[in-house]
Every structure is written in structure tokens, then in C-alpha cells.
């Protein structure tokens, strides 16, 4: 069955723009989860959505926001981009219940110049 | 929120030899996952630990996990070159939500 898919893969973007990532989850599961990871900071949660609804949110700024549609792809937005926000952006999925673990994507190397 | 203490976060060692990578946490959890993480690339599932007393082996890895003493071990048993990668330690939160540990840095030499 095919895996989580994550589109692009890289990106090359500056400072003050903004961006759109795009996670398509595992057929049948309906929670998209999103983690940011730098060599510096490690794995941060940014959110988690199920069923169209964001059901957990992390600690980052509201340039940071992301949604699910009804077939459960989920997009991740960043606004004003800033040089800090170069990370590998990984998105996970899962059946949403029960605490089953992550399934990840290959995830988007964005760097911001 | 949960807080998860991986160490080491850097583990050199020979091929041949065996070792230990500790992953605590703060607060109750009823699974945990362990991940493996190649250069450049995702998260690869291992190991799911769904109980206190569990222990689960594939190949050169082991893992286990005390849930009362907030304690999971991912034991490396005569390691080899390809066993080098990143490994994170996930207990599960509330609200479904996984905390990641720092990450251990694991190079094996030939």
C-alpha cells in the first residue's frame, strides 16, 4: 500500500515569503500530525489534524497553520518566512485512535535564504 | 506536557561491541515507539512497546520498557556498520500526541 507522500520534497524560498506544503496521508488514516526538525532544536510538534479538525497544536507562532481536507491531505502553511524556519519539515500519519505510532513521510527540506 | 531525556546523544562504538541507549520520560505513558533515522532521510518505525515488561527484539536490537521507573532501553548487541543511524525514543502523551526524545547519534566503526 502506498506510503505517506510529501510534496516538494525541497525548496528554496526568502526570507518574507511564504510557503505551502502538502502531505498526503496512508489510505484509511485520518490524522496528519506535523513535526519540524533542526540539528539544533531536534523534533517539534507543530499540529495534528483529524478528521478536518486541528486536534493538538504545538508551541510555534501563528505564521505557522495548516489544514485537512475531507479526504484526509492535509497542507501546511508558513507566512513571512524567516531564516530560522529552514528545517526539514516531516509529516506522520496515522489511523487517529488508540495511540498508534507514525507513519512518515520522506518530508520537505525547505531553506530560506 | 512530557518531557523525554535521551542518552547518549552521541554513541561511538566498534563493531563487535555491545551498548545501551536510555530514553526517560516525565510522566505516565502506556506505549512507546522507537524510531531509527537515516542521514537525509524519515522515520522509520522499529519497535512498539505496549506494556510494562515488554520487550520486543529484531535482529541486533532489543528494546524494553518499565513503565514504572518511566524507562525504556534500545540494547545493541554486537554491533555492525549498518546498524549507524539516528535513534528516537516517542512515549505517548495525552491526546494521542508522541513526544520525541533528542535523538541518539550512533556511528558504528568498521
Known amino acids: 500500500k502506498a506510503g505517506v507522500t510529501q510534496t516538494p520534497r525541497y525548496l528554496i524560498k526568502t526570507r518574507g515569503q511564504q510557503v505551502t506544503l502538502s502531505c498526503s496521508p496512508i489510505?484509511?488514516?485520518?490524522?496528519v500530525s506535523w513535526y519540524q526538525q533542526t540539528p539544533g532544536q531536534g523534533l517539534q510538534f507543530l499540529f495534528e489534524?483529524?478528521?478536518?479538525?486541528?486536534?493538538n497544536k504545538g508551541n510555534f507562532p501563528g505564521r505557522f497553520s495548516g489544514r485537512q481536507f475531507s479526504n484526509s491531505r492535509s497542507e501546511m502553511n508558513v507566512s513571512t518566512l524567516e531564516l530560522g524556519d529552514s528545517a526539514l519539515y516531516l509529516c506522520a500519519s496515522s489511523s487517529g485512535g488508540g495511540g498508534d505510532g507514525y507513519t512518515f513521510g520522506s518530508g520537505t527540506r525547505l531553506t530560506v535564504v | 506536557e512530557l518531557k523525554v531525556e535521551q542518552n547518549p546523544l552521541f554513541l561511538s562504538m566498534q563493531e563487535g561491541k555491545n551498548y545501551t541507549i536510555y530514553c526517560n520520560y516525565s510522566t505516565t505513558s502506556d506505549r512507546l515507539y522507537w524510531y531509527r533515522q537515516d542521514p537525509g532521510k524519515s522515520l522509520e518505525s522499529l519497535f512498539v512497546?505496549?506494556?510494562?515488561?515488554a520487550v520486543k527484539q529484531e535482529g541486533r536490537l532489543m528494546a524494553s520498557l518499565d513503565t514504572k521507573a518511566r524507562l525504556s532501553t534500545l540494547h545493541i548487541t554486537a554491533a555492525v556498520h549498518d546498524l549507524s543511524a539516528t535513534y528516537f525514543c516517542a512515549p505517548k502523551g495525552n491526546f494521542n500526541k508522541f513526544y520525541f526524545g533528542s535523538g541518539t547519534k550512533l556511528n558504528v566503526k568498521p
Open positions: 489510505s484509511g488514516h485520518r490524522s
Open positions: 512497546l505496549l506494556s510494562n515488561g
Open positions: 489534524y483529524f478528521s478536518e479538525t486541528q486536534r
